[in-house]
């Protein structure tokens, strides 16, 4: 039987005043598996995903979550058993990591179970965490609600190689208990070594969308796409 679909857009465009940078696109992301969002910067990757989570209104076209379209607003989308974290990790920095808990209600013991390496860092602030830290706590966070779609921008973005494999496992681990993914990867091999499938955005359109284990030998045509232009 096919994946269930979790989420789907059909010719979503989005645009900022008289800009549109968004010119298009049907994507669908399956139940338990990873899709990554390529492209150069400015191709749209963060509007198509604010798009998604409710933060952007389309001008066009729809989007489908839990196999119904919806127009809702964040709040609501998270409640039906949507995650978003965004580029800046949504942590508040002055806070610290119990108290960025409590604030998005979560329980500190399920983080913690999670992410062991947190339960050291609980009265640190969240800003002095290292930037592999900051992502441990904003995706153990957002795995403790058990999201049914998990989406993340810019998900090792700056991290060491360690980092970014502690997280990318806390990843898996979560889309095997049937979490869906949509994430934003800039290294092209972490992205494609992660993720089922890929999509490549070039100037808001798709250029080219497929199997990731199809690509991890041959990255040429892709690296080509994500050139800016
Ligand atoms: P990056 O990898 O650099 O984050 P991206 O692929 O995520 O880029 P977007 O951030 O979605 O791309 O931006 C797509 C286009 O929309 C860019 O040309 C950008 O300048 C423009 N844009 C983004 N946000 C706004 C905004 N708030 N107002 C006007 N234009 C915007």
Redesign the pocket.
């Known amino acids: 039987s096919p994946a269930e679909v979790v989420l789907q857009t059909a010719g979503l465009a989005v645009g900022?005043?008289d800009?549109q940078?968004v010119q298009g696109i049907d994507l669908a992301v399956q139940k338990g598996k990873i899709t990554a969002l390529l492209?150069?910067?400015?191709?749209?990757?963060?509007?198509?995903l604010r798009t998604v989570v409710g933060l952007q209104r389309p001008l066009g076209g729809e989007v489908r979550l839990f196999g119904e379209v919806t127009r809702a607003a964040l709040h609501a989308r998270a409640r039906a058993g949507l995650g978003y974290i965004a580029?800046n990790r949504s942590l508040i920095p002055a806070l610290t990591v119990r108290d960025n808990l409590r604030l998005a209600k979560v329980d500190t013991a399920a983080v913690v179970a999670l992410a062991p390496p947190l339960e050291k860092l609980l009265s640190r602030r969240a800003g002095l965490l290292s930037g592999g830290e900051q992502q441990l706590l904003s995706v153990s966070r957002a795995l403790a609600r058990r999201p049914r779609l998990l989406v993340v921008d810019e998900f090792c973005q700056g991290l060491a190689p360690l980092a970014a494999e502690t997280v990318s496992a806390l990843l898996r681990q979560a889309t095997e208990a049937g979490t869906a993914v949509l994430l934003?990867e800039?290294m092209l091999h972490r992205a494609l070594e992660l993720s089922d499938r890929f999509l490549v955005?070039r100037q808001?359109a798709v250029a080219l969308a497929g199997r990731s284990a199809d690509h991890r030998n041959r990255t040429e045509e892709i690296e080509r796409l994500t050139i800016a232009t």
Do not use: I
């Not at 492209?39 to 198509?48: L, R």
């Open positions: 900022y005043q800009l940078v492209g150069a910067n400015g191709s749209g990757k963060t509007t198509v580029e934003v800039q955005l808001g």
